[in-house]
Structure formats: structure tokens, C-alpha cells
């Protein structure tokens, strides 16, 4: 008779444990307020290319026409390029390209880099956003492309120049007014009119060659100019293209300073070359 009520009794302790661990687990998994946040998606690139091997030998060619006037062995080696010092190649990596002519020199620069979010809850591209956002913000680009007015278009005559500095437009640091017809450059007469130098006629309108957004360049792109001369010594117009896709940030640097220090680079020149370099990193990177 004492057995039986025994092994009742632990029967009723087992069922009992396990209920409560039953009851414990439902009590715990229907907790109000809890979420289950499923992690961003990554970036489209997981890698970087080559950046010396990015630019095709013909567009360097077009872009440093100076090392054409080189000796073969010093060609080969300004069209190599030299690599950027990095840390990590798979975030990071850049090249640039230097040509000394005797009535001029001309670098380019290319950066490629990858943006890694390491907050689940943001995806890459959400986080490059926001680096490109910094980096146009600090180089005080609009937001949005300026359209030329009725004003505009009855200033793009010669002596009237209604985009920045020199006969070209962009930025300048510095230098003296250099605006055709001032009177403060003596090589104004011989750079041309505005109307020539920004793709206008005199009585048109003339081409925005001002700092500002690009269409159709990638996913997100600024353009940047800058005219400089310290002291003396020539002027150099440095032209920044920057676009970003999903999450890789390319960043184009243009330079070009002629040997007199009377002479302008032409503002349109580099631009116009610095964009159709940038569509054929868009195409490397879509490979």
C-alpha cells in the first residue's frame, strides 16, 4: 500500500516540472514588445578594382596629352600610374597619374571606396548615403542643379561672364579677379570671350560651368571646380568629379596648370573630360 501513493507522487512532480517549464517558455516567447530585427541587406560590391588598371590606355592617352612628348620608357611609366597607400585594399584603393610637359602638366587622381555599415539595423548603401552627403556638403554643392535665367542669358556676352572666375567658371582661391574685360589679367584677350570658353555665343546662353549636381552619373553625383594660384606662381584649375554607386564612393581629381602663370586652363576642357571619365568608371564598376 505505501508504493503505490509513492509513485503517484512522482509522477504528479515530473508532470509538475514540466509544466512549469512549459509554462515558462509560453510566458517568455509572448513577452509584449518584443521585435525580431532581420539585418539590412549588404552592398552590391563585396570588392574593389584595380585602380591603376581602371582608366584604358587611350583615355589616359587624352587625358595627359603632355607625356606624348616623352621619351617610350618615361610614357610607359606615367601611364602605369602610382598606386595610393592603403591599409585594407578591399575598403580602399586609388592611383594617380602625372604628366610634366614643358607648357604644362596635368595630373588625374581616381579613389575608389567601399562603404561597409557594421549597424545591422543599416544597410551599406543607406550608410554610403550618408558619407556622400558629407562630402558634398563640404564641398558646398547645391542640391540641386541652378537653371540659367532671363539674366543669365543676357550677360553670356563677351566681358560678361556669368559663371565664376577667369573665362570658365568654378571656384576660386587666392588670385585676383581674372573676368574677361576687368582689366586684371593681362591673358584675358587671349583666352577668348566668355561666350567662347563656356560653349556660348555672345547673346546666348552660356554653359553652367559652375560647381554643381550631375544627372545620370551613377546613382548620385557633384562636380567641383577650383582655380588657384599662390603668389606667383601659375594658376592650377583642379576639377572634382564625385558619384556614388549603391556602396562605393568614386572620387576624380583633374588638375591642370600651364607653365605661364598668365595663362587660365580651360574650365569647360577638364570638366567635359573628367565626366566622360567618370561614366567609364560606372561602366568598370557594372562589369
Keep these: 500500500m505505501a508504493y503505490v501513493p509513492g509513485a503517484v507522487l512522482i509522477a504528479a512532480l515530473v508532470a509538475g516540472c514540466s509544466s ?17 530585427v532581420s539585418a539590412a541587406p549588404p552592398g552590391r560590391y563585396r570588392t574593389l578594382p584595380e585602380a591603376c588598371r581602371t582608366i ?18 618615361q610614357q610607359e611609366k606615367v601611364y602605369q600610374g602610382t598606386p595610393a597607400g592603403t591599409f585594407d585594399t578591399d575598403r580602399r584603393v586609388g ?27 543599416v544597410s551599406d548603401d543607406d550608410r554610403a548615403r550618408e558619407v ?6 563640404a564641398a558646398d554643392i547645391p542640391l540641386s542643379a541652378p537653371l540659367p535665367d532671363a539674366a543669365d542669358k543676357d550677360t553670356a556676352s563677351p566681358g560678361n561672364t556669368p559663371t565664376g572666375d577667369g573665362n570658365t567658371g568654378g571656384k576660386s582661391a587666392g588670385k ?54 599662390a603668389g606667383s606662381a601659375a594658376q592650377h584649375r583642379t576639377v572634382s568629379v ?6 562605393v564612393i568614386v572620387t576624380i581629381e583633374y588638375t591642370a596648370q600651364p607653365a605661364l602663370s598668365t595663362e587660365i586652363p580651360d574650365s569647360r576642357e577638364l570638366q567635359e573630360k573628367a565626366q566622360a571619365l567618370g561614366q567609364k568608371l560606372v561602366d568598370r564598376l557594372s562589369e
Design 176 to 229: 585676383p579677379d581674372t573676368t574677361p574685360g576687368s582689366g586684371t589679367d593681362p591673358s584675358a584677350g587671349a583666352t577668348g570671350s566668355a561666350g567662347d570658353a563656356a560653349g556660348g555665343t555672345a547673346g546666348g546662353p552660356a554653359e553652367n560651368l559652375q560647381p554643381r549636381v550631375l544627372d545620370r552619373l551613377g546613382d548620385s553625383a557633384f562636380l567641383d571646380d577650383s582655380l588657384t594660384r
Design 20 to 36: 512549469g517549464t512549459e509554462g515558462d517558455a509560453s510566458a517568455t516567447d509572448s513577452k509584449p514588445g518584443t521585435l525580431t
Design 132 to 137: 556622400y552627403a558629407k562630402k558634398q556638403e
Design 242 to 247: 564625385v558619384f556614388r554607386t549603391s556602396n
Design 95 to 121: 592611383c594617380r597619374w602625372t604628366s610634366d610637359a614643358p607648357d604644362a602638366s596635368r595630373s588625374i587622381a581616381i579613389d575608389f571606396e567601399r562603404v561597409v555599415s557594421y549597424d545591422p539595423s
Design 56 to 73: 584604358p590606355l587611350a583615355t589616359l592617352r587624352d587625358l595627359l596629352p603632355g607625356a606624348a612628348l616623352l621619351p617610350e620608357a
